[in-house]
């Protein structure tokens, strides 16, 4: 039943996801033909002026070199909106990546725990208590072995990760599960773990990471 709540809770969560990965993706093509139409006519513009420069005056000159000027700065502008575009994109697919992160660490340990009170004293399930308080031992089943496997957030860590993903927190470590952001702008590291910072919900009002902290003492 558990599964099943929190399966559905999650697919209701990305349930808009491929329209939204979608529409941003339609909108860096479209960003894409634009810059590549603007890169046109610079070029035009500039065997233009190459052609012409000679029989051009100075304010003629200074006017066709301020328009390629602009024509650059268009091209800079749709490639900015481009790369904040993917920047959304990334961290949009990676708060869904974390949510389910979090998400299985949590059922894993509710999973241990309800076992755990049903009978079973030790986490690899190969033991039993009876009322009279001896034990039996018995050959477990795979999948309940595996289902007994304790998992915390951490354990995350251990799972296969992209090696070019960047890292956060005091711990050097890919993002997972709650984060919290340093509300200092100057901070090196940003955004930090919960349990790494002694956390377990985010604090009212600004917050910042112990190495920012000590740093405004000294001041």
């Given at each position: 039943?558990?599964?099943?709540?929190?399966?559905?809770?999650?697919?209701?969560?990305?349930?808009?996801l491929?329209c939204?990965?979608?529409?941003?993706f339609?909108?860096?093509?479209?960003l894409?033909?634009?810059?590549?139409?603007?890169?046109?006519?610079i070029?035009?513009?500039?065997?233009?002026?190459?052609?012409?420069v000679?029989?051009?005056a100075?304010?003629?000159?200074?006017?066709?070199?301020q328009?390629?000027?602009?024509?650059?700065?268009?091209?800079?502008?749709?490639s900015?909106?481009?790369?904040?575009?993917?920047?959304q994109?990334?961290?949009?697919?990676?708060?869904?990546?974390?949510?389910?992160?979090?998400?299985?660490?949590?059922?894993?340990?509710?999973?241990?725990?309800?076992?755990e009170q049903?009978?079973?004293e030790?986490?690899?399930g190969?033991?039993?208590?009876?009322?009279?308080?001896?034990?039996?031992?018995f050959?477990?089943?795979?999948?309940?072995?595996?289902?007994?496997?304790?998992?915390?957030?951490?354990?995350?860590?251990?799972?296969?990760?992209d090696?070019?993903?960047?890292?956060?927190?005091?711990?050097?470590?890919?993002?997972?599960?709650?984060?919290?952001?340093?509300?200092?702008?100057?901070?090196?590291?940003?955004?930090?773990h919960?349990?790494?910072?002694?956390?377990?919900?985010?604090p009212?009002?600004?917050?910042?990471?112990?190495?920012?902290?000590?740093?405004?003492?000294?001041?």
């Amino acid at each position: 039943m558990a599964t099943a709540i929190y399966l559905e809770h999650y697919l209701d969560s990305i349930e808009n996801l491929p329209c939204e990965l979608q529409r941003n993706f339609t909108l860096m093509r479209d960003l894409d033909n634009r810059t590549e139409e603007k890169k046109g006519e610079i070029d035009k513009l500039a065997e233009e002026y190459i052609a012409n420069v000679k029989n051009l005056a100075s304010a003629q000159r200074v006017e066709h070199l301020q328009k390629i000027q602009n024509a650059y700065s268009k091209c800079k502008e749709f490639s900015d909106d481009k790369v904040q575009l993917a920047m959304q994109t990334y961290e949009m697919v990676d708060k869904h990546i974390r949510r389910l992160d979090a998400d299985l660490a949590r059922f894993e340990n509710e999973l241990k725990e309800k076992l755990e009170q049903s009978g079973y004293e030790s986490a690899d399930g190969r033991a039993l208590k009876s009322k009279s308080g001896n034990q039996k031992t018995f050959s477990c089943d795979p999948v309940l072995s595996d289902a007994l496997l304790p998992m915390q957030p951490s354990d995350v860590l251990d799972m296969p990760v992209d090696p070019n993903e960047p890292t956060y927190c005091l711990c050097h470590q890919v993002s997972y599960g709650e984060m919290i952001g340093c509300d200092n702008p100057d901070c090196p590291i940003e955004w930090f773990h919960f349990a790494c910072v002694d956390l377990a919900t985010k604090p009212k009002g600004k917050w910042f990471c112990p190495r920012c902290t000590q740093d405004r003492k000294k001041k």
